[in-house]
């Protein structure tokens, strides 16, 4: 079974930067492509960020492309979201996800997705 691990949320100033860990219980992380998600009270899960199996291939939505970046590192079975110059509207849980898969693409779909995290809080105060 496969266990995703996020970190790094808390607290943080408007125009400051926070970068959130997301750590796969897994043999080969290169086997999963991973993505990010937020949520906010009373909202749908949103799509954040992704990235392809080998981390060659990645996307972050247009609401944070600019400020935000994905990135992996497949030998520490971690991926990462760094979060710079963040807004109040950047407060949410923000979920790791993960998809089995042997394509070389990232997945923007929350519903592509077989694994969740349990998610971490992320405040920004103005």
């Known amino acids: 079974q496969v266990q995703l691990v996020e970190s790094g949320g808390g607290l943080v100033q408007a125009g400051g930067s926070m970068r959130l860990s997301c750590v796969a219980s897994?043999?080969?992380?290169?086997?999963?492509?991973m993505g990010w998600f937020r949520q906010s009270p009373g909202k749908e899960r949103a799509f954040v960020a992704a990235?392809?199996?080998?981390?060659?291939?990645?996307r972050v939505a247009d609401s944070v492309k600019g400020r935000f970046t994905v990135s992996r590192d497949i030998a520490k079975k971690t991926m990462y979201l760094q979060m710079n110059n963040v807004k109040p509207e950047d407060t949410a849980v923000y979920y790791c996800?993960?998809?089995?898969?042997?394509?070389?693409?990232?997945?923007?779909?929350?519903?592509?997705?077989?694994?969740w995290g349990q998610g971490t809080q992320v405040t920004v105060s103005s």
């Open positions: 996800a993960a998809k089995s898969t042997d394509e070389i693409l990232y997945y923007s779909d929350h519903s592509a997705y077989n694994y």
């Open positions: 990235i392809n199996r080998i981390g060659g291939l990645s």
């Open positions: 897994v043999r080969t992380s290169s086997n999963y492509a």
